[in-house]
């Protein structure tokens, strides 16, 4: 039965296009991200591109620190207000921002206001340096202030400013660092993944449906195993097709950098992204439970698709909802005065694979008070919603068609 299912997966022209495409568009980005890659050298003058400059990034950014130490921001911090420049200028970029490269964003950045949209370079130029940079306390300062304000959707309760506190404070530091540009690129091979889903909508559509539209359905639940092994068998399918698909288009991004550069930078911490993310991980374990993720919410939604061929009875009209369940909610804005609006549409597939996003915001979920991380939130959701759905893809199966039947 499970051959027979492959063979109806694989033997569809659109489905095999799509799986075609999807792979082609995560070759297309692993090329674009290596030939656009650029670095300036100094010593020549011009910028270097592709593998070239990768590597040459790699190389300048040992000269730099290997640890993100209270003195070491100081005596940068120091150094560039003893310019005197508008870092906001032109000339503050080829003079400041161009020679320290991502040291210089990240100090930007970490001095920066949570709520504000764009960095505030020129934060910098204010900072008082009489008994140093105090960093790290900036930190945490920075944390506090932004769970103590008043939001117009609702405020944080006690429990999730300690919960949030109390997992900012037991991050490692001082932080490593490193040139994390190879670990970035292995972060977006995992993004992309996401998009394969819309494969896995493609390719999922019909499994049921199928057997509504050429009318084989009124046979199939006559026949010994048609309420059982022949049910099981389509989710087993699918399911494997799901886990193996994204996968395997995953993982050759991933090898393909890995052959090329190596993965240096995997035990960096997450925070050189955003310092204030208070979640303790280097960057490959964050990575590894992005790739889990996918896999989940990929598995989330064929079940859905199932589920959706079961009752619907049309592979078009199953293929439309997977879509739109991907598409619809990029726009669906935010509220300024619903909380629980904004937490549930923090959960849609498009914003729960935005890893970046997700570990940097201070999302969560209370139960009285307990309070669930938005990660931990996000793979209850997925998980109850994917064991929901697989319950009812029996029982839809078995107990529509006796009216069709008859």
Known sequence: MMLFEWKKIFERRLNVAAMILGY??????VFSWISEASFYDEETGSYLGGIEAIRSEQEWAKG??????????????????????????DEAYLEIARPLGDVFYFIVRSYTDMDERYIDRNVLMEIDLTDGAHFYEQRMRKIREYLNRDFSYGNYKEAEKDFWIQKAENTVTPF??????????????????????????????????????????????????????????????????????????????????????????????????D????????????????????????????????????????????????VA????PIFFPMSNKSGLWNHINSLFPIRAANLKEMLGSFVSYTVGDYVISYVAMTVIVYTAIAISALLLIRRGFAKAEPKAFR
């Open 24 to 29: 082609l568009l995560i070759a297309v980005c």
């Open 64 to 89: 730099k620190t290997d640890v993100i130490s209270e003195e070491y921001i100081t005596q940068v911090i120091r150094e560039i207000q003893s310019h005197g420049m508008d870092l906001e200028s």
């Open 176 to 273: 490593a660092w490193g040139d994390k540009c190879i670990m970035d690129m292995v972060l977006s091979s995992v993004a992309t993944g996401f998009y394969l889903v819309f494969v896995i909508v493609i390719c999922t559509s019909a499994v049921f449906s199928s057997e509504y539209e050429s009318g084989a359905s009124s046979l199939l639940l006559t026949t010994k195993y048609g309420k059982d092994r022949l049910i099981w068998s389509k989710i087993a399918v699918s399911v494997f097709f799901t886990v193996g698909y994204l996968s395997l288009g995953i993982l050759l991004a991933v090898v393909v950098i890995g052959v090329l550069f190596g993965f240096p930078g995997a035990d960096l911490p997450i925070q050189l992204w």
């Open 275 to 322: 310092s204030v993310i208070p979640y303790n991980l280097t960057i490959a374990q964050a990575c590894l439970g992005f790739f889990a993720l996918i896999l989940l919410i990929g598995i989330t939604v064929a079940f859905i698709q199932l589920f959706c061929s079961v009752t619907l009875r049309s592979s078009l009209a199953t293929m439309v909802v997977g």
């Open 325 to 328: 369940i991907i598409i619809a």
